[in-house]
């Protein structure tokens, strides 16, 4: 459907299309950015074929886990892979930031792990939830938790995922 006619239908029974635009969800406001960078990727099959980046450095086969009824093919991803490495990555880099700020000697062998949990919602509906495990050898628990507060606050998909979806953090 294109955009013209969706606009028309919806015109007819009065309903409000939303907003097109590149925006950051924070609670219920919506905040613009101006993009700095932007990745883009397509996905063909669905969660039993293939995605893949524009410049093709990412090209992975995708499969259904077998907990969700899927044939859980090895050699192959899923989205709930692909966003826990995402989360992590950057939730890492936002870490090195808030240390900065903090003036803190992050250990370069620190390492998050994110698990990206998918179930059942209170409505029946399929939902995410987060766990970002941080572990930091060398600094002290406080310290540590004090960097990983810091950096939720400041990492894109940690903002992004505020009062959308549970997010645990773990200082191991």
Same mark, same amino acid.
């Given at each position: 459907?294109? @955009? @013209?006619?969706?606009?028309?239908?919806? !015109?007819?029974?009065? +309903?409000?299309?939303?907003?097109? #635009?590149?925006?950051?969800?924070?609670?219920?406001?919506? =905040?613009?950015? $101006?993009?700095?960078?932007?990745?883009? @990727?397509?996905?063909?099959?669905?969660?039993?074929?293939?995605?893949?980046?524009?410049?093709?450095? &990412?090209?992975?086969?995708?499969?259904?886990? $077998?907990?969700?009824?899927?044939?859980?093919? !090895?050699?192959?991803?899923?989205?709930?892979?692909?966003? +826990?490495?995402?989360?992590? +990555?950057?939730?890492?880099?936002?870490?090195?930031?808030?240390?900065?700020?903090?003036? /803190?000697? &992050?250990?370069? #062998?620190?390492? /998050?792990?994110?698990? *990206?949990? =998918?179930?059942?919602?209170?409505?029946?509906?399929?939902?995410?939830? *987060?766990?970002?495990?941080?572990?930091?050898?060398?600094?002290? $628990?406080?310290?540590?938790?004090?960097? *990983?507060?810091?950096?939720?606050?400041?990492?894109?998909?940690?903002?992004?995922?505020?009062?959308? =979806?549970?997010?645990?953090?773990?200082? /191991?």
């Amino acid at each position: 459907m294109t @955009a @013209a006619i969706a606009r028309t239908l919806a !015109a007819r029974v009065g +309903a409000q299309l939303p907003r097109t #635009s590149v925006v950051a969800a924070t609670s219920r406001r919506y =905040i613009s950015i $101006k993009p700095i960078y932007t990745a883009e @990727a397509s996905a063909t099959g669905g969660r039993n074929g293939r995605a893949v980046s524009s410049d093709k450095v &990412l090209n992975v086969e995708l499969t259904l886990p $077998k907990s969700l009824g899927g044939p859980g093919e !090895a050699g192959k991803t899923n989205p709930e892979q692909l966003f +826990a490495a995402g989360y992590a +990555a950057c939730f890492q880099g936002a870490m090195g930031l808030a240390a900065r700020n903090l003036k /803190v000697a &992050l250990p370069e #062998s620190n390492t /998050v792990t994110g698990r *990206v949990h =998918i179930g059942k919602d209170a409505e029946g509906g399929l939902g995410l939830a *987060v766990e970002l495990h941080v572990n930091a050898p060398g600094l002290d $628990k406080e310290t540590t938790q004090k960097v *990983v507060d810091l950096a939720h606050t400041i990492c894109p998909y940690s903002r992004a995922t505020k009062g959308n =979806i549970d997010v645990t953090l773990a200082v /191991v």
